[in-house]
């Protein structure tokens, strides 16, 4: 297992380098730079310009920049941010916390909710409930995610009971902590909805359907017929294999929710890498650009890897196929 924790580590830092590398040259392909801005403020003077443009090698080849921001980076430096005018590790320090507490609260929902979902539905296969069950998925998964959180910003707007945005109250930071949690969760139920509401019922449709082929195998009939009990012949035999599939969506579906969260975030101002991102690109601040994008594909290279670990401890077969050796 080691072995192949390693393989994955170096397939990714190469991964990373291309998804950096492609990022910068995009960013280097928009005409001007955050520098060009601070043209126009007549309070900032030729001579701090110059000094970025030397600090920061901006006159250079593009090649040029990149490999200075890459060596920075092997360094631990991830840039300063012009925008803000403060390094950029301490603009996304606590904006990736954000991020990653929305992205788990929606992950945990989904999975919570789609894989009971779908077993119960498989059991009541082409009655009321199977059917009610397939027709609010259909439903759910026709309605894009941001036109949901919008819905449900205007009835929160309406009835006043939750939050219209944002993690915090006004005076947070005066309150004890059970009382900041709830706050946090109240802040959390809007986005958390929207983001995963369409993950759900895709997930539970597949869990119905990967539980409706096991349960009609050989092996489930045998099970039966030997008189194993039937709680332990679909939730012990049936369900552990009908979830292998799904663990490999793992991580996919965890850097989905990252990419969805982006537009959340923006949509009900939780502070979060979204809206960075966005502020960044829109202010051409490359350096806050590059890290956003290395923090978020970090991130998903991470979700891929925990999909990986966990299949192969599920599934013997492919430990042994790829040479896994738990």
């Not at 990736?96 to 119960?120: D, E, H, K, Q, R």
């Not at 294999?241 to 989905?256: D, V």
């Not at 290395?294 to 196929?321: C, E």
Request: proline share 5%.
């Amino acid at each position: 297992m080691i072995t192949f924790i390693l393989k994955r580590l170096l397939t990714a830092v190469f991964l990373l380098l291309v998804m950096s590398l492609l990022t910068f040259m995009l960013m280097r392909l928009t005409p001007g730079n955050y520098l060009d801005t601070l043209k126009l403020d007549p309070q900032i003077s030729t001579e701090t310009l110059a000094h970025y443009e030397r600090q920061y090698h901006l006159n250079d080849p593009a090649l040029v920049q990149y490999l200075f921001w890459l060596k920075n980076l092997l360094c631990g430096d991830l840039g300063f941010s012009f925008y803000y005018n403060v390094p950029v590790t301490k603009v996304i320090g606590g904006r990736i916390f954000n991020t990653f507490i929305l992205s788990l609260s929606a992950f945990a929902v989904t999975w919570l909710l789609a894989i009971p979902l779908g077993v119960w539905a498989s059991l009541r296969r082409n009655r009321l409930p199977d059917r009610l069950v397939q027709a609010a998925a259909y439903v759910f998964l026709s309605l894009p995610g941001f036109f949901v959180a919008m819905i449900l910003l205007f009835w929160a707007s309406q009835s006043g009971v939750l939050p219209l945005g944002g993690m915090h109250s006004p005076g947070y930071e005066l309150w004890p902590w059970w009382q900041q949690l709830m706050d946090l969760g109240a802040h959390l139920v809007i986005p958390t909805v929207a983001l995963s509401l369409g993950s759900v019922a895709a997930l539970q449709r597949i869990m119905r359907g990967n539980m409706l082929e096991e349960l009609g195998k050989q092996y489930i009939l045998a099970a039966r017929a030997k008189g194993l009990p039937e709680n332990r012949v679909i939730y012990v035999h049936a369900l552990r294999n009908a979830l292998n599939p799904l663990i490999t969506l793992l991580g996919y579906e965890f850097a989905g929710l990252l990419s969805g969260a982006a537009i959340m975030e923006i949509i009900t101002s939780w502070p979060g890498l979204g809206a960075l991102m966005l502020t960044a690109v829109r202010s051409k601040d490359i350096y806050l650009v590059m890290a956003s994008m290395l923090m978020g594909g970090v991130m998903f290279i991470i979700g891929n890897l925990i999909a990986d670990i966990l299949l192969a401890k599920a599934d013997p077969r492919i430990r042994i196929a790829g040479g896994v050796s738990a």
